[in-house]
Nanobody, 121 residues
Framework: QVQLVESGGGLVQPGGSLRLSCAAS????????MGWYRQAPGKQRELVAT???????NYADSVKGRFAVSRDNAKNTVYLQMNNLKPEDTAVYYC???????????????WGQGTQVTVSS
């Protein structure tokens, strides 16, 4: 079994910054693409950013230039640095990871429990 544990959410004023972390642990042979998604009240979950094991990144247009995704492959951890936060960034943020538990296992997708980010004055 694989667990994703997130940390770093909270309340921040508009224009402020937060850094989210997500560590994968458990039965892990290989970690592929990792990423962040978010879900605001009354809205569908949407992609924020992803990063491949080789470091190739992809961002939603709404966060380009403000957010940066990175990872530490040795720690199976993905980060999301969020700068110049806006009230519309308020949501529950979920991390996501593609993992193989064994060399012979297929890729499986795992999700974290979510962390609340609230941007308000």
């Amino acid at each position: 079994q694989v667990q994703l544990v997130e940390s770093g959410g909270g309340l921040v004023q508009p224009g402020g910054s937060l850094r989210l972390s997500c560590a994968a642990s458990g039965s892990i042979f290989s970690v592929g693409t990792m990423g962040w998604y978010r879900q605001a009240p009354g809205k569908q979950r949407e992609l924020v950013a992803t990063i491949t094991s080789g470091g190739v990144t992809n961002y939603a247009d709404s966060v380009k230039g403000r957010f940066a995704v990175s990872r530490d492959n040795a720690k199976n951890t993905v980060y999301l640095q969020m700068n110049n936060l806006k009230p519309e960034d308020t949501a529950v943020y979920y991390c996501n990871s593609n993992v193989r538990s064994r060399s012979s296992s297929p890729w499986a997708v795992y999700w974290g429990q979510g962390t609340q980010v609230t941007v308000s004055s």
